[in-house]
Structures are given as C-alpha cells and as structure tokens.
C-alpha cells in the first residue's frame, strides 16, 4: 500500500490552463522530490526539497513551481500549460537522516495537454 | 558527467528461468545504486539498494551486485514468474541527498507462463 499519494492519477487539460499536482506522504520524510518521466525514457528531477520552507530547481529545465510549507505536502504547478508538458509526473520522498535510505515513489500524475 | 545504461532495453524468457539485467554507470564515484521495479502506468517500488561500501544485497529471488571499480551492476532474478513482468530501472545515487540519481532507461521484462 502506497504512503505516498499522488492526485489526479490522469489529467487531460486545454492549453494556458493553470494546474497543480498533488503529492502527499505520510512518512514524514523530509527530502521530497519531482520527476519527470517521458514513456521509455529515463526519469528527470525537476524539483526538490530538504524540509519545510525549501525548494530548489533540480537538473532538468522546468516551467512549474512547486511549495513546501508542510513536511507532508509538495505540490506541483504549472501557470499555463502548454503541449510540451505532456509527460508523466512522479513525486517520490526519502529520509534526510539515512542517506541510504531508498526512496518511496508515488503512482504518478499522467498529464495530456491538448 | 554520471551516465547510466541498463542492456537489454527488452527481454522475453519463459516461466522458470534465472535471468540477469545488467546496468553500467560512467564515474565510480557513486554513493550508492539502488534497483526499482516500475509496472506499466504505476510509479516506481524500491527492489534493493546497495551502499557504495557493499558487494551485494539479496532480496529474496532478488540479488543485485556492485563492482564500483568497473562500473557495473548486475540483479539478478531466481525462478522467474510472470509476476515478475515489469520494468526494471537503476538508479545511481552520486551524493547524500539523492539529489543526484540518475536513472537509466530500464530494461522491460516480458515472463510467460
């Protein structure tokens, strides 16, 4: 059973419509990241927090903007949607304290824009 | 700059069969490489995660091994069932925060009964 959840799991939206993704854990991890994955491609960071209060642009070029103003909580948004995001969207989270410690993943946001 | 590749892209063997997926990395500085399991539209689920000091992990039918030297990892599945269809993705992790894993493609595992 998943500990960490993601809203919607499917999401088909018209261009210039803003959105946020939701992702959830109830771990209470404090290293929370965003990944975006494009179908038989590998995963791309996007953005990712230690804690509450930070938030950092990962290794990938992203127009959405994520928030972290509770340790459970790191949604993803995007202004104005446009084709090119068009992707699946993966938030996972980890334990600061045990760097080897693997990471949780959620079931993905599926994301069509038209 | 950390590349990750995992050979085949796809394999098909039938019920029953051990099977090796193989990943290979660029730089030997890793901190650790960890093996997940990804089913089709899901997200993915940690299968074993191997610190940079250790050889290998085993996980029941599961065992992955680390030669940081050249760069490679191996898992190795026991027994496969079609249970075990699913994509197979390795992550290298090259700093404390995980804020460097670099994923390779995977490696899609088709088991028939």
């Known amino acids: 059973e998943a500990d960490i959840y993601q809203t919607p799991r499917y999401l088909v939206i018209g261009t210039g419509k803003k959105i946020t993704l939701e992702c959830s854990q109830t771990?209470?991890?404090?290293?929370m990241y965003w990944y975006q994955q494009d179908p038989g491609m590998e995963l791309h960071l996007i953005h990712y927090?230690?804690?509450?209060?930070?938030?950092e642009k990962g290794d990938l070029s992203s127009e959405s903007t994520v928030s972290r103003i509770r340790t459970e909580h790191f949604p993803l948004t995007l202004e104005s949607a446009r084709p090119s995001h068009t992707s699946q969207y993966l938030c996972?989270?980890?334990?600061?304290?045990?760097?080897?410690?693997?990471?949780?993943f959620g079931n993905g946001t599926r994301l069509t824009v038209t | 700059k950390q590349e990750v590749t995992q050979i085949p892209a796809a394999l098909s063997v039938p019920e029953g069969e051990n099977l090796v997926l193989n990943c290979s990395f660029t730089d030997s500085a890793i901190y650790n490489l960890q093996w997940f399991r990804q089913d089709p539209g899901k997200g993915l689920t940690s299968l074993l995660l191997?610190?940079?000091?250790?050889r290998e992990q085993t996980s029941g039918r599961l065992n992955a091994s680390l030669d940081k030297s050249s760069g490679r990892s191996t898992l190795y599945i026991a027994a496969s069932q079609p249970g075990d269809s699913a994509t197979y993705l390795c992550a290298v992790g090259s700093n404390q925060a995980g804020t460097a894993l670099i994923f390779g493609k995977g490696t899609t595992l088709s088991v028939s009964s």
């Open positions: 996972a989270s980890g334990q600061w304290a045990d760097f080897n410690s693997p990471l949780h």
């Open positions: 191997i610190q940079s000091s250790q």
């Open positions: 927090s230690y804690g509450v209060n930070s938030t």
């Open positions: 771990m209470g991890h404090d290293k």
